[in-house]
């Protein structure tokens, strides 16, 4: 039933009243209904209408409408809106108000007043598009991203291995990949007014670009010998190794393998790449080391007694070298120099002399050089039949060399240096009595230094010092 009883009357005694003083309000509803009420699909709700009596002693009856239709047995200052559907949304709900009182049987309303609400019905967030699975490489965008059906009012949580993301409380998660933070499994907590969802787990894998955590050392070996360079590395699997010499790709694999020669030292690198990049070594340099080979060997040597002898040995090879000498095949203490030196030769001194030239490639021996005592006069210089002098000494510029000779047989008169190789031959033949002869140190290309004039005669071999000065 709808309206107002008696409206003529209710206003007859509501001016009464009034003027009667008895008169409480001009308004009945004093808490009207809000204009719209909100609820989640399927969720009770109350709504209620505060009321005053219009006049002193009146009561107050209450009538529920739904779009303009009574709600039979709602009949107090609250309503309770039970399991709304979405055809429930936007219906409007109306209470009226009525001031009464009784009058023997008749009931006497003095005043009336209305209030209506809209009611909006909201269903629960639906998710239209799950987050999916995730892989890339390290360094690049990574995005997940949930849609639902209406995202207003609602909030989001991602997780990871199921622990909150800071920051990450939005429908699209963007960040930079990083494998040690984003890789995992993920989800997402929608919530709202209507309800909580979560979304399916999804998985995050991040693939890393190579990373070099060992790179080869430099490297020297001997030739013949096998080189092994390795590097380390990680990042996601597979790797792959290109290794370079000098530019030229010359092997793959983590270990480059090789036998040592000059064409394969050189500087190497290596490019470990995957399918998030690669990286390069810096430059290592290998360089192959030689063993020893002699190039110049110990000559024979013919001495007097008290002169000095002097036997050498050169070779190339990888420095530093080794040296020791042998006697008669017996290593000489201390004769560990290039150089072996026997400042006043005797008798006990003659043999044969080698060489052990060595480094850490291998050692090789010098030939045999002998060493053979001649006889000869006791004093040289006081041998009537051949002598030698050389003045001035030291030479500066040209020196005058007189010797003398015995006549009857070929004379030898030479220039050694210090290390007893020959220079040069002096003079060679059968001379009689004294001669003369100029010697130019500058014209000889001779350097400051000490050499031995030697004169050789059937029956005496005379040594003298030929000291040169700049």
């Known amino acids: 039933m709808r309206g107002v009883l008696l409206p003529s009357l209710s206003m007859f005694l509501w001016m009464s009243a009034a003027l009667s003083g008895t008169l409480l309000a001009n308004k009945i509803i004093t808490g009207p209904l809000p204009e719209t009420v909100e609820v989640c699909l399927g969720h009770d709700t109350t709504i209620c209408v505060y009321a005053t009596p219009l006049v002193a002693g009146d009561q107050l009856r209450y009538q529920w409408y739904k779009n303009g239709d009574l709600i039979p047995g709602e009949e ?26 009784v009058s023997g049987t008749r009931i006497i ?39 639902v059906s209406d995202a207003a009012g609602l909030s989001f949580q ?12 939005a429908a699209t998660y963007i960040t930079r990949a990083s494998a040690d933070r984003h890789a995992g499994t993920w989800w997402c907590v929608i919530s709202g007014p209507c309800g909580t969802l979560t979304t399916d787990q999804v998985q995050v894998q991040v693939r890393k670009a190579p990373r070099i955590t060992r790179r080869p050392a430099a490297t020297a070996e001997c030739v013949g010998r096998q080189v092994s360079l390795t590097v380390e590395a990680e990042g996601d699997q597979p790797l792959q190794y290109q290794w370079y010499r000098n530019g030229v790709p010359v092997g793959t694999g983590q270990t480059l393998t090789f036998t040592m020669d000059r064409t394969t030292e050189g500087n190497y690198t290596v490019t470990v790449s995957n399918s998030c990049g690669s990286i390069t070594t810096d430059p290592i340099s290998v360089v192959a080391l030689l063993p020893p080979q002699i190039t110049s060997q110990p000559q024979d040597v013919q001495a007097s007694s008290g002169s000095r002898v002097v036997l050498r040995v050169e070779a190339t090879g990888t420095l530093p070298f ?149």
């Open 109 to 147: 309303v003095t005043g009336e007043e209305r209030s209506a609400t809209t009611l909006r019905v909201f269903p629960p967030p639906t998710i239209v598009s799950q987050p999916q699975n995730w892989s890339g490489c390290e360094g690049t965008t990574l995005s997940l991203s949930v849609v």
């Open 158 to 169: 991602w997780y990871k291995d199921g622990v909150p993301v800071p920051g990450a409380d």
């Open 322 to 470: 080794s040296y020791q000498w042998q006697k008669d095949g017996q290593d000489i203490p201390g004769a560990t120099s290039q150089t072996y030196v026997i400042e006043n030769v005797q008798k006990s001194d003659e043999g044969r002399y080698r060489c052990k030239v060595s480094n850490r490639c291998g050692e090789v021996w010098s030939n045999e050089a002998e060493v053979r005592l001649i006889s000869v006069p006791e004093n040289s210089a006081q041998s009537s039949s051949t002598r030698v002098s050389i003045t001035p000494l030291p030479v500066t510029g040209t020196a005058t060399v007189r010797f003398v000779a015995p006549g009857t047989s070929p004379v030898h008169l030479s220039l050694y240096d210090a290390y007893g190789r020959q220079l040069l031959t002096v003079a060679e033949g059968t001379f009689v009595g004294e001669h003369r002869l100029q010697l130019n140190v500058e014209a000889l290309g001779l350097a400051a230094g000490v050499y031995v004039l030697r004169l050789e005669a059937p029956g005496s071999v005379l040594s003298q010092p030929f000291v040169v000065v700049r």
């Open 76 to 101: 107090g200052p609250c309503l309770t809106i039970r399991n709304p559907q979405l055809a429930d949304d936007w219906s409007t709900y109306e209470v009226l108000v009525q001031s009464y009182y």
